[in-house]
């Protein structure tokens, strides 16, 4: 009996041992990057995957946060926010950033476009979750500017085909029915009215925008803050006081109303910073906004670190 005891023990340290080693030969044997991955036909419908180098913070299937780039809905690239994917990585998460349909002059893409893009790679990602160790029902999604606007309207209107577990807006529109969007210093109204109408699908003038406070039903339904509700995923929305092209009383709105109707908002408003949120003197709330982002991290995607 005694033989038979040692022997089971034996057996279940073999196993052990060679779980963990054919964890680390999967994964070592894997790339830390993919890039270019292709999710539809057009060209700017592709990629890139993101892995932690780190394999003691990773686990087999992984959280996965899905980063939107900004640009104004009509340039940019998924090669920006490196230091959001550094700091994604670093706390055991993959990092999944993707280019999208912008508006352009030669072609008719609106935000349906784009947000049928987001919930493509969200598919794909879901449909290939055994190859890139992927867990899609740990996913969070975030993005800066007009990928922040994109991302809060994906995750609270009805477009997304898997829950996400939460929301990070950095600088983006929350309400482009709100007249003071057109009367940015950045754009002329003229430019502001031109993509709201482009992403909208809409054709109103400037005038009659201006007459209406932008207050159409078109431009209500690309609104993040029209789909506030209790039951909405957590937001960490950051915006900066001075930002010249979006208006940061409209980012007050939309947490005031989210914290009204009883959902969860993390406002984080940096006092000197403009669109780029880069000021030095806003330092405090920027780590503020960090710990933030990590406790949201480790509650809502299940990671276990200790620093990031």
Not at 41 to 48: A, I, L, R, S, Y
Not at 152 to 176: E, H
């Amino acid at each position: 009996m005694k033989f038979l005891s040692l022997f089971s023990v034996i057996i279940a340290v073999f196993i052990l041992v060679f779980s963990a080693l054919f964890f680390v030969f999967l994964f070592s044997s894997q790339d830390t990057v993919y890039t270019n991955i292709s999710y539809g036909n057009h060209p700017q419908q592709k990629f890139d995957i993101y892995f932690p180098d780190k394999l003691e913070n990773m686990s087999e299937n992984s959280p996965v946060f899905l980063y939107i780039h900004g640009g104004g809905w009509t340039s940019g690239d998924k090669t920006e926010g490196k230091e959001m994917q550094k700091a994604v990585n670093d706390m055991g998460c993959i990092f999944v950033s993707m280019n999208y349909r912008l508006i352009h002059e030669t072609n008719d893409a609106d935000c349906s476009d784009m947000l049928c893009d987001i919930d493509d790679v969200v598919k794909y990602l879901a449909l290939h979750s055994e190859t890139y160790h992927i867990d899609t029902e740990k996913m969070a999604i975030g993005g800066s500017s007009a990928g922040g606007h994109l991302a809060m309207l994906y995750a609270y209107s009805d477009n997304r085909s898997i829950p996400v577990q939460f929301v990070l807006s950095l600088s983006g529109p929350t309400d482009l029915a709100d007249v003071s969007f057109y009367e940015s210093k950045t754009l002329t109204p003229e430019q502001a009215a031109y993509l709201a109408n482009r992403l909208a699908g809409s054709n109103y003038s400037l005038e009659d925008i201006l007459k209406n406070n932008a207050d159409f039903p078109e431009f209500r339904e690309i609104s993040p803050i029209s789909y506030i509700k209790e039951d909405m995923p957590p937001l960490v929305l950051v915006q900066g006081k001075a930002d010249d092209l979006v208006p940061y009383k409209s980012a007050e709105r939309m947490a005031a109303a989210m914290n009204e109707a009883g959902a969860e908002c993390d406002f984080f408003l940096f006092e000197y910073s403009g669109h780029d949120l880069d000021d030095s003197r806003d330092e405090e709330i920027r780590q503020d906004y960090f710990r933030t982002l990590i406790s949201l991290f480790k509650e809502k995607l299940d990671l276990n670190f200790e620093n990031a």
